[in-house]
């Protein structure tokens, strides 16, 4: 048998919902590494503890494991019966020649109940690696540590803290629609949505007839990669050229991104309330372009019902691409995609705007039918989340 143990931060900290909390981490877990099953996982004394029956699929599964959230960090280890000469034994065995400059011995005590220290073990460890490899202890910079959990029938020792994406487990939060569009924004306010425990509903809003289906292969691309942290999910893709070409072709120039972000919100609130989310999320930041000054955000808000969440709102780009960076989402998002509409976007945005205004623009066009049409075209991609 092989062994993870990953340790969760924040969930603990939620008294009485602490059970439930970690019943959700250990079900994700489950379903994000299904592909390596059997496995189990089972809640040991604050962490969760996965069991592989065969040991490269501990290996294997790592990556995966850093797209859960709620996993703050993880210990790939070994299992010995609890008691100092047993460890001693366990960690010789699983040194071989394995050769360090430097190392620290961090061992913890994850049961009061437990007759030994973990000081105690510290040194004990300390001095067997010592004249096994001949490395010095190094407590402020080792080169390795060796992790040691004890808990009062066993325990466990590995050689390397993994960090995960901390957060809480996605679902915990319940559930709200992002707007993807194909940019660099919109998939990491997605994610730090995730991060704080919703799952995340995709809508995506194309140009067709107007675009190529690129830039849906593009969303799709992305989708199905955000998908991979939350075990799956869905994108709705919904086809919006010929409202695009309307807004175009009846409304003031100055005006359109807000008219089109205005319908986007109402078709988005829709299929959000058809599959239960409970708010919308964009990849918005204040200022940032023009449709995202103070008062162009106000007024486009007012065409929604439903709370919406702008993650990013006081983040800048430099910061904003940081993160696509680090989420992964970067090198998709700036994948160039054919952009064939250029007659829809206007050439002088405005950038103030009041919500009456845009109301009574919206009182010459067919509002209604437009948010039906959009939904009842829209076509759903199922992610598979691998
Ligand atoms: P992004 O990088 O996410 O495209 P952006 O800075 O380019 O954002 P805008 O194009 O003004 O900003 O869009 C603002 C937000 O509106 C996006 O972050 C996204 O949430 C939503 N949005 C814009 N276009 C679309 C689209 N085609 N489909 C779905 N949502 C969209
Ligand atoms: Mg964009």
Same mark, same amino acid.
């Given at each position: 048998?092989?062994?993870?143990?990953?340790?969760?931060?924040?969930?603990?900290?939620?008294?009485?919902?602490?059970?439930?909390?970690?019943?959700?981490?250990?079900?994700?877990?489950?379903?994000?590494?299904?592909?390596?099953?059997?496995?189990?996982?089972?809640?040991?004394?604050?962490?969760?503890?996965?069991?592989?029956?065969?040991?490269?699929?501990?290996?294997?599964?790592?990556?995966?494991?850093?797209?859960?959230?709620?996993?703050?960090?993880?210990?790939?280890?070994?299992?010995?019966?609890?008691?100092?000469?047993?460890?001693?034994?366990?960690?010789?065995?699983?040194?071989?020649?394995?050769?360090?400059?430097?190392?620290?011995?961090?061992?913890?005590?994850?049961?009061?109940?437990?007759?030994?220290?973990?000081?105690?073990?510290?040194?004990?460890?300390?001095?067997?690696?010592?004249?096994?490899?001949?490395?010095?202890?190094?407590?402020?910079?080792?080169?390795?540590?060796?992790?040691?959990?004890?808990?009062?029938?066993?325990?466990?020792?590995?050689?390397?803290?993994?960090?995960?994406?901390?957060?809480?487990?996605?679902?915990?939060?319940?559930?709200?629609?992002?707007?993807?569009?194909?940019?660099?924004?919109?998939?990491?306010?997605?994610? @730090? +949505? &995730?991060? =704080?425990?919703?799952? #995340? !509903?995709?809508?995506?809003?194309? $140009?067709?007839?107007?675009?190529?289906?690129? /830039?849906?292969?593009?969303?799709?691309?992305?989708?199905?990669?955000?998908?991979?942290?939350?075990?799956?999910?869905?994108?709705?893709?919904?086809?919006?050229?010929?409202?695009?070409?309307?807004?175009?072709?009846?409304?003031?120039?100055?005006?359109?991104?807000?008219?089109?972000? @205005? +319908? &986007?919100? =109402?078709?988005?609130? #829709? !299929?959000?309330?058809?599959?239960? $989310?409970?708010?919308?999320?964009?990849?918005? /930041?204040?200022?940032?372009?023009?449709?995202?000054?103070?008062?162009?955000?106000?007024?486009?808000?007012?065409?929604?019902?439903?709370?919406?969440?702008?993650?990013?709102?006081?983040?800048?780009?430099?910061?904003?691409?940081?993160?696509?960076?680090?989420?992964?989402?970067?090198?998709?998002?700036?994948?160039?995609?054919?952009?064939?509409?250029?007659?829809?976007?206007?050439?002088?945005?405005?950038?103030?705007?009041?919500?009456?205004?845009?109301?009574?623009?919206?009182?010459?066009?067919?509002?209604?039918?437009?948010?039906?049409?959009?939904?009842?075209?829209?076509?759903?991609?199922?992610?598979?989340?691998?």
């Amino acid at each position: 048998m092989q062994h993870i143990l990953c340790h969760y931060g924040e969930i603990a900290l939620k008294k009485n919902n602490r059970n439930w909390f970690e019943q959700a981490l250990i079900k994700n877990i489950e379903r994000q590494l299904k592909d390596y099953a059997p496995l189990k996982a089972h809640k040991l004394a604050g962490r969760v503890w996965i069991e592989f029956a065969e040991p490269h699929r501990r290996e294997a599964v790592q990556p995966l494991l850093k797209k859960i959230f709620g996993v703050v960090n993880f210990i790939p280890c070994e299992r010995v019966e609890a008691g100092l000469d047993k460890l001693k034994a366990g960690v010789l065995t699983a040194l071989g020649d394995y050769k360090f400059d430097s190392f620290a011995v961090r061992a913890k005590k994850c049961e009061p109940q437990l007759a030994l220290g973990s000081q105690e073990v510290n040194e004990a460890i300390g001095r067997l690696v010592q004249e096994k490899t001949g490395s010095r202890v190094d407590l402020e910079n080792p080169q390795t540590t060796i992790h040691i959990e004890m808990f009062h029938d066993r325990f466990f020792f590995g050689f390397e803290k993994i960090a995960g994406p901390g957060g809480l487990p996605v679902g915990v939060a319940g559930s709200v629609a992002g707007l993807l569009s194909g940019g660099i924004d919109s998939p990491v306010a997605c994610l @730090r +949505m &995730m991060k =704080r425990g919703c799952r #995340v !509903l995709f809508v995506h809003f194309h $140009s067709a007839p107007f675009a190529s289906e690129q /830039s849906l292969d593009k969303t799709l691309d992305l989708a199905e990669y955000l998908g991979s942290f939350q075990g799956g999910g869905l994108l709705l893709a919904v086809p919006f050229g010929e409202i695009q070409r309307e807004i175009v072709a009846k409304a003031p120039e100055g005006y359109r991104v807000l008219l089109y972000r @205005r +319908m &986007m919100l =109402r078709i988005a609130e #829709v !299929l959000a309330r058809e599959y239960g $989310s409970m708010g919308l999320v964009t990849g918005e /930041s204040l200022s940032q372009v023009a449709s995202q000054t103070l008062s162009n955000l106000a007024s486009i808000e007012q065409a929604a019902t439903l709370p919406i969440f702008r993650p990013l709102i006081g983040m800048d780009k430099v910061e904003i691409v940081k993160e696509a960076q680090a989420f992964g989402t970067y090198e998709t998002s700036i994948r160039p995609h054919e952009d064939c509409c250029s007659f829809m976007v206007p050439r002088h945005p405005k950038t103030q705007s009041r919500a009456e205004e845009l109301e009574r623009l919206e009182a010459n066009l067919p509002v209604d039918a437009w948010v039906e049409r959009g939904v009842k075209e829209t076509k759903r991609h199922v992610l598979q989340g691998g």
